[in-house]
């Protein structure tokens, strides 16, 4: 894979800022977010994935998202989330992206539709052959419904050129041990939960795309960067004292108490697009004490 980029380190699931109650996306927010997480050191950047209410932005608003975060970017690799649960309208949503410049489409499993093991790996093969960017596998059944298994990732990782890695949330260690044990060589494993970071990258994996990074990049960093040295004092340290960060983001659905954190950073405005909703007075004061803890 030499001629592939090798994801690893810390990458931001890059929040969206809308402004009044969701009407329009706020750009110059967009533009200051991405400034905040290169100079902090992310190694690379993850616009229009879960975390950034993508379902709910349009075609017109992912590509405007998509070339601020590029403009800011300072040459760090931007993958693009491109995922539906439709064939079509996958490769339909990476052809709308494609012409702006992502380094790499992150793709996740089909949601609601319950596909096979053989349904998921002829699914992702079409994917990848629709396109010659490079292709992040994204398994997370909590809120797809669908687990792909090891065997399937490790099937896709060798036979399919442009699929690059995978971003595991499934939270299933043994699967993950599995995946790292037996990936051909370039293959990436990135963590999706935050706060199994040091735990998977004791293991072998790579890095992390993280939620928790959006308010506290520079902690994040430094975790990421200790792991990788194999320096697990410092990496232990900062894993507790980012843990109710990473506990607290999620005590309502993501990206809820993320968004209310970064309105009390005064980044972004606390506002969100139907179906989700603002967070509730007691995840607000849950959020301000620990941005208190960590600041």
Known sequence: MADHIHFAGCGTALLTPFTNNGDA???DAV?????RQVAAGAHFLVPLGTTGETPCLTDVEKIKILQVTKEHSQGKPVIVGG??????????????????????????VPYYNKPTQKGLFEYFKAVAESTDKDIVLYN???RT????????????????????AVKEASSR?????????????????????DDETLSLMATGADGVISVASNIDPVRMVKLVNALAQDDMKTARELHYKLMPLFKNCF?????????????????????????????????????????????
Do not use: C, W
């Open 173 to 193: 260690y043994g699967q993950i041990s599995q995946i790292l044990r037996h990936r051909p060589e370039g293959f990436s494993v990135l963590s999706g939960n």
């Open 83 to 108: 995922g539906t649960n439709s064939l079509a309208q996958t490769i339909a949503s990476i052809k709308v992206l494609e012409p702006f410049g992502p380094d790499a489409f992150l793709v996740v």
């Open 31 to 35: 533009a200051k977010l991405t400034d």
């Open 251 to 295: 005590i309502e659905s993501n990206p809820i108490p993320a968004k209310a954190a970064l309105s009390q950073m005064g980044l972004m405005e606390n506002s969100l697009r139907l179906p989700l909703y603002p967070a509730t007075e007691e995840t607000e004061e849950i959020m301000r004490q620990t941005l208190a803890e960590l600041f």
């Open 140 to 142: 997370v059944p909590g």
């Open 145 to 164: 419904g669908s687990n792909i298994e090891a065997e399937t990732t490790l099937r896709l990782a060798e036979e399919v050129e442009n699929i690059v």
């Open 25 to 27: 996306v706020d750009y």
